[in-house]
């Protein structure tokens, strides 16, 4: 993972960054799975943005990878609801 920030606007954005993480580290789903306590069936539905995961189970997966998220203001230029568009 670069040092740099995710900007997540998505459900999908957030699988993929913790998909790239567990991969950059080479965890398996199984261990990952394992110390995030989610079912690993879970992990690989996440992963493949085929579910909407849960808050929780983002910011355990997150801590097991030593993520975190972090919630700022959007710059001036961007208006609320401009991300749907």
């Known amino acids: 993972m670069s040092a740099s920030p995710t ?3 998505r459900s999908a954005d957030i699988s993929r960054v913790i998909r790239e ?3 950059e580290q080479g965890v398996t789903q199984q261990l990952l799975s394992t110390q995030a306590g989610i079912a690993s069936p879970a992990l690989s539905n996440i992963e493949l943005a085929k579910v909407d995961p849960r808050l ?13 998220l972090v919630v700022q203001p959007r710059p001036s230029t961007l208006s609320p609801g401009d991300v749907w568009k």
């Open 56 to 68: 929780d189970s983002v910011l355990r997966l997150l801590s097991v990878l030593g993520l975190e």
């Open 21 to 23: 993480a567990r991969l």
């Open 7 to 9: 900007v997540i606007q």
